[in-house]
């Protein structure tokens, strides 16, 4: 009995060893003196209707492959042009994403659904595929003129900023119009 109940107790054994650890939960940076998360949201480039327009468009965009950290996306959306944009976003563990505007057609998803450890810090939250993890401007960064773009309702996104008015129709038609 015992000789044939070895073989499958060394079969479970080995099968066990071969399956995949629990991965632990990521973290959600949400320390910067400058960005707050907002939550994960969904990419738009696949949506119908879109033209392929993302969430976070008309801004800067870099990748880091191997390198990308949520404070390096904040640092990037933050400091590298004259002014600061007023979302920063992190896809697929290395890309990130700056603009004034999150397209009204991106809907906040669960936490979990931004899955992908960001390339450069394994333990930390960088969006997923077509997920992205945003951050938005404090108040505080917003309060010291920097131009603030906001999520509007009913597909309209408007802001006011040091450089001018914004209005932008992005749900209709896709595309985010600007008057200065």
């Known amino acids: 009995m015992l ?23 990521l973290s959600i940076l949400n320390n910067s003196t400058l960005y707050t998360y907002a ?43 004259s002014r600061r944009y007023a979302y920063a976003g992190l896809e697929y563990a290395r890309e990130c994403w700056c603009a004034d505007a999150l397209s009204s057609l991106s809907v906040r998803l ?16 960088c969006g997923g595929a077509l997920r992205l993890s945003v951050y938005n401007l404090t108040e505080e960064a917003r309060s010291s003129g920097v131009a603030v773009m906001r999520r509007g309702g009913g597909g309209i996104v408007w802001g006011v900023g040091l450089w001018g008015v914004s209005v932008g129709i992005g749900a209709v038609v896709g595309l985010v119009l600007r008057g200065f």
């Open 3 to 25: 000789q044939r109940a070895l073989p499958l107790l060394l079969s479970f054994f080995l099968l066990l060893a071969l399956l995949p650890s629990p991965t632990p939960a």
């Open 39 to 81: 939550g994960c949201y969904n990419e738009t480039t696949e949506l119908p209707g879109t033209s392929q327009l993302r969430a976070l468009s008309g801004g800067i965009q870099e990748t880091l492959p191997d390198a990308m950290t949520v404070p390096l996306c904040l640092d990037f959306c933050a400091h590298n042009t």
């Open 110 to 125: 669960d936490d979990a659904d931004c899955g992908y450890p960001c390339d450069g810090d394994n333990e930390t939250a």
